[in-house]
């Protein structure tokens, strides 16, 4: 299906070189970044790539911020969000269409479960989900499960009911 690559850059400005490098070497449909750290007067260019951005707010000191890189190889149109998490997504067709979204939660922020559920009810199927959730849990591998980490578990209620198959 291609590959598709996320990653909490915590600043892409400083990290082009490992950027291009990744690119070179997977030559991904979508690179998710999470933490970007830009604003909406710096550009992110990167040569057969567009990008699909949610930058940090105004005031907060530049932290946060998402972006979405597909390759210009794959048609793609970005999706509108309603939402005010930091999430941006694009429906790509690679074989069929599949939507990808990026999201980046601050390990402080209260995020209820609306808010969440209200971001996966936005995304049809099928769907990737791409990010840093600053969440812990014990089924990844943590030494604890975190509340974020519990919200993350629980499935909403239609993936209980839809299987998704690709060749």
């Given amino acids: 299906m291609g590959t598709f690559l996320s990653w909490n850059c915590r600043g892409i400005h400083s990290k082009l070189q490992e950027l291009k490098g990744l690119i070179n070497y997977f030559h991904p449909v979508c690179v998710g970044l999470q933490e970007t ?8 260019k ?31 149109t970005p999706l509108t969000l309603h939402t005010s ?22 390990p402080h922020d209260v995020i209820s479960e609306q ?34 980490g519990r919200q993350i578990e629980r499935p909403p209620e239609f993936i209980q009911s839809t299987t998704v198959y690709f060749k």
């Avoid at 969440?116 to 959730?133: H, K, S, Y």
């Fill in 85 to 106: 998490l930091q999430a941006v997504a694009v429906q790509v067709h690679v074989r069929t269409l599949v939507i990808v979204c990026c999201v980046y939660l601050p």
């Fill in 46 to 76: 990167l040569r057969g790539y567009t990008s699909v951005r949610k930058d940090a707010a105004t005031g907060s000191n530049h932290s946060g911020g998402v972006c979405i890189l597909t390759s210009n190889l794959y048609p793609s």
């Fill in 37 to 44: 750290f830009l604003s909406s007067n710096i550009a992110l």
């Fill in 115 to 148: 808010d969440l559920d209200n971001l996966v009810d936005q995304l049809p199927a099928p769907f990737l989900l791409l990010g840093n959730f600053n969440g812990h849990g014990t089924l990844w591998g943590s030494d604890v499960t975190n509340s974020r």
